[in-house]
Antibody, heavy 114, light 111 residues
C-alpha cells in the first residue's frame, strides 16, 4: 500500500535551517511528483511547492522562493524539503503528499523559537 | 495568484441532514481540456488532509458516495447528502490550475 512517512518534529532557532524528509513506498517513486503543504497552528493549508521525482523539476510558492529547496533521492525513494533563514512565521506542520494529493504523510511539526 | 473563497466558515448540521459547501475562485479553473482543476479535502481533527474530490467532480477512491462535487469555471459546491458524525472537520477547496496552487480558508463542519 502507498505510504509516505515523514521525519520527526524539529525545534529550531530563528535564522537556522531545517530539512524534513518524506519516505515513499508502495508505488513507483519516479512516476509521481511530491507536493509539500504547510499549516501554521490553528490556520489553514498553504501550498509550499512541488517537485518531479522523475527529473527534479521544481515549482515553489513565490513567498518562499529563495528560502525553500525541494529535492528527491531516487535510490532511497525519499523526498526532502529544506528551508533556510527560519522565522517564527515558519512554525507549522509540514506535509508531503503524492503528486495529485491522493496520499499524504503524517506531517512534521517544525517549531521556530528562541 | 488565484484567490479561493469558501463559505460559510462554519456549518452546524444535524446527523442525517444534508450539507453544502461553497468555493469560489477569482479566475476560471476550467482548463482547455474540459476539466476544472479544483480539489476538495477534509481535514479531520488531528489528522492529515484527505482528498475527497478531484477535477471538480470526480470522487476519490474510497470516498463514500454521499459526497459529491459540482460546478465549473469559478463556482463550485461540495455536497454531503446525509451527514454522519465521522464527517466533522474542516473542508478545504484547492485550485491546481495555476501556480502557486491556492487553498480556500476552510469551512468547519460541526455537529
Amino acid at each position: 500500500q502507498v505510504q509516505l512517512v515523514q521525519s520527526g518534529a524539529e525545534v529550531k532557532k530563528p535564522g537556522a535551517s531545517v530539512r524534513v524528509s518524506c519516505k515513499a513506498s508502495g508505488y513507483t517513486f519516479t512516476n509521481y511528483g511530491v507536493t509539500w503543504v504547510r499549516q501554521a497552528p490553528g490556520q489553514g493549508l498553504e501550498w509550499v511547492g512541488w517537485i518531479s521525482s522523475y527529473n527534479g523539476q521544481t515549482n515553489y510558492a513565490p513567498k518562499l522562493q529563495g528560502r525553500v529547496t525541494l529535492t528527491t533521492d531516487k535510490s532511497t525513494t525519499t523526498a526532502y524539503m529544506e528551508m533556510t533563514s527560519l522565522t517564527s512565521d515558519d512554525t507549522a506542520i509540514y506535509y508531503c503528499a503524492r503528486d495529485e494529493r491522493d496520499y499524504w504523510g503524517q506531517g512534521t511539526l517544525v517549531t521556530v523559537s528562541s | 495568484e488565484i484567490v479561493m473563497t469558501q463559505s460559510p466558515l462554519s456549518l452546524p448540521v444535524t446527523p442525517g441532514e444534508p450539507a453544502s459547501f461553497s468555493c469560489r475562485s477569482s479566475e476560471s479553473l476550467l482548463h482547455t481540456n474540459g476539466y476544472n482543476y479544483l480539489d476538495w479535502f477534509l481535514q479531520k481533527p488531528g489528522q492529515s488532509p484527505q482528498r475527497l474530490i478531484y477535477l471538480g467532480s470526480k470522487r476519490a477512491s474510497g470516498v463514500p458516495d454521499r459526497f459529491s462535487g459540482s460546478g465549473s469555471g469559478t463556482d463550485f459546491t461540495l455536497k454531503i447528502s446525509r451527514v454522519e458524525a465521522e464527517d466533522v472537520g474542516v473542508y478545504y477547496c484547492m485550485q491546481s490550475l495555476q501556480s502557486p496552487y491556492t487553498f480556500g480558508q476552510g469551512t468547519k463542519l460541526e455537529i
